[in-house]
Structure formats: structure tokens, C-alpha cells
T-cell receptor, first 111, second 116 residues
Framework: GEDVEQSLFLSVREGDSSVINCTYT??????LYWYKQEPGAGLQLLTY?????DMKQDQRLTVLLNKKDKHLSLRIADTQTGDSAIYFC???????????FGAGTRLAVHP | GAVVSQHPSRVICKSGTSVKIECRSL??????MFWYRQFPKQSLMLMAT?????????EQGVEKDKFLINHASLTLSTLTVASAHPEDSSFYIC????????????FGSGTRLTVV
């Protein structure tokens, strides 16, 4: 089946690291994605990871993939107030076509 | 990078009228585009996959006669909400995948539809 689950809310202090977790169900997903959505806006691709990778780092963002447990995480280092948004993880069931999204994690960054 | 333009960004219409939303890939060709619907504080629900030159593929539970999709060219897909009713009010977002480079799906900025 196609199902992606995320915790709904995360609150962190400015300067700390944020870790957003996601579990997915389709082991054939070729790519897994993290998107950011600010209020009233579309989705911005943050990063993606190929299914044969365990980790990918891109500046402040680190993605960890545990294929055995079908668990994906996004770590944001030195979280800033501008990082406050909703973060969606998404899988590509059956390989490489449509995206299926999780419910989104609302990240709140406070001073 | 790849850019997807979506118009209009906001529309208010009367119940019973039809509304057309456009999704354009500006600097790449998209043989496939996707249409999503998002309710307030909820995730994106895939409505249909739009294929250039052929019929769209609708997800289960999505009314084909209500949400008409046309993908007439490699850079344009349209979603028409036919005979809109208040329950159709939502945020509609399109996306496209640039097959020539990268593996990300680029999203439009969304259309807020309000049916009164």
C-alpha cells in the first residue's frame, strides 16, 4: 500500500538542530523527498535521496535513510526562524512517477 | 532551475460556474504533470496524473467529470473544475518532473479556489 506517516508538530529553539521523522510503506520507492511549504505557497524541494543511499548531506540538511525499517529523517542544523514551515516527506511508490505525501510536520522555531 | 508557473493564484467564483487553472512548465518540457488538492492543515492528495496527448489518469475517488484535465502541449496542463460547489473550495497545486535533469518534482505556487 501507499502510506507515509509523519509526526505533526515539532518545536525547537533557534540555533538547535531539528529532526523530522517519516516512515513509508513502499519498499520499491526509488527516490524519497523532503519538501518545505510556507503558508499559502506551493512546495519547495529541499532535498531527495536515492533508495540505495544511507545518508545525504547538503549544507545544513542531512537526510538519513533506513531502508530496512522504511524510515527517513531530515535533520536541520542550526535551525533559524526562517525554517518555520511545514515539512513533507514523500515517496514514489512503484518506482519513479507519482509522489505520495505524508501529512506534513509543522516546525515552529522560537527564540 | 526548473520553474512551474500556475495561474491564477486565487479565484473566487459563484456556485455552478466552472473554473480553469493553468499549469505551465517555463523552461523545460513536461510529458507528465500532476494535480494535487490540499485541504487546510492537511497533506496533499494526488488527484490525477496528466499525460501529454492522452487522457489523464485519475486517482480512486476523484470525479473525472468534475475535474477535467487537459494536457495539450509539453508545457501546459489545465484543470477545469466543472460546475463548482462550495465543497470544491480548496488549494490546488500542480507539479511536473523535468526529465532532462535532476530527480525532483517542481511545484507551482498553487491556486486558492473559493466557491461561494
Amino acid at each position: 500500500g501507499e502510506d507515509v506517516e509523519q509526526s505533526l508538530f515539532l518545536s525547537v529553539r533557534e540555533g538547535d538542530s531539528s529532526v523530522i521523522n517519516c516512515t513509508y510503506t513502499d519498499s520499491s520507492s526509488t527516490y524519497l523527498y523532503w519538501y518545505k511549504q510556507e503558508p499559502g505557497a506551493g512546495l519547495q524541494l529541499l532535498t531527495y535521496i536515492f533508495s540505495n543511499m544511507d545518508m545525504k548531506q547538503d549544507q545544513r540538511l542531512t537526510v538519513l535513510l533506513n531502508k530496512k525499517d522504511k524510515h527517513l529523517s531530515l535533520r536541520i542544523a542550526d535551525t533559524q526562524t526562517g525554517d518555520s514551515a511545514i515539512y513533507f516527506c514523500a515517496e514514489t511508490p512503484g518506482g519513479y512517477n507519482k509522489l505520495i505525501f505524508g501529512a506534513g510536520t509543522r516546525l515552529a522555531v522560537h527564540p | 532551475g526548473a520553474v512551474v508557473s500556475q495561474h491564477p493564484s486565487r479565484v473566487i467564483c459563484k456556485s455552478g460556474t466552472s473554473v480553469k487553472i493553468e499549469c505551465r512548465s517555463l523552461d523545460f518540457q513536461a510529458t507528465t504533470m500532476f494535480w494535487y488538492r490540499q485541504f487546510p492543515k492537511q497533506s496533499l492528495m494526488l488527484m490525477a496524473t496528466s499525460n501529454e496527448g492522452s487522457k489523464a489518469t485519475y486517482e480512486q475517488g476523484v470525479e473525472k467529470d468534475k475535474f477535467l484535465i487537459n494536457h495539450a502541449s509539453l508545457t501546459l496542463s489545465t484543470l477545469t473544475v466543472a460546475s463548482a460547489h462550495p465543497e470544491d473550495s480548496s488549494f490546488y497545486i500542480c507539479s511536473a518532473r523535468d526529465q532532462t535533469g535532476g530527480y525532483g518534482y517542481t511545484f507551482g505556487s498553487g491556486t486558492r479556489l473559493t466557491v461561494v
